[in-house]
């Protein structure tokens, strides 16, 4: 008597974990891709950085070049 009560609120318990593992999921995707477009973001910004620092030594190196 004890299992068949407890069947249907098992049936819908692995239901629910399988909802919110289905959450977690997606939700770890969406941080994959987040995290992977922040990535590109800092890579880019290196670079930028890294031309805004040899535009700076050429210039310095022009400045000394003149005098």
Known sequence: NDV????PWNG?????LLRDLAKL???EE????KLHDLSSQ????????????QCFLNLVSCYRKRK
């Open 12 to 16: 819908k318990f692995k239901l629910d």
């Open 42 to 53: 800092r890579d880019k910004i290196r670079e930028q950085k890294r031309g805004h620092v």
């Open 25 to 27: 999921a997606e939700d």
């Open 4 to 7: 068949k009560s407890i069947a």
């Open 30 to 33: 969406r941080i994959a891709t």
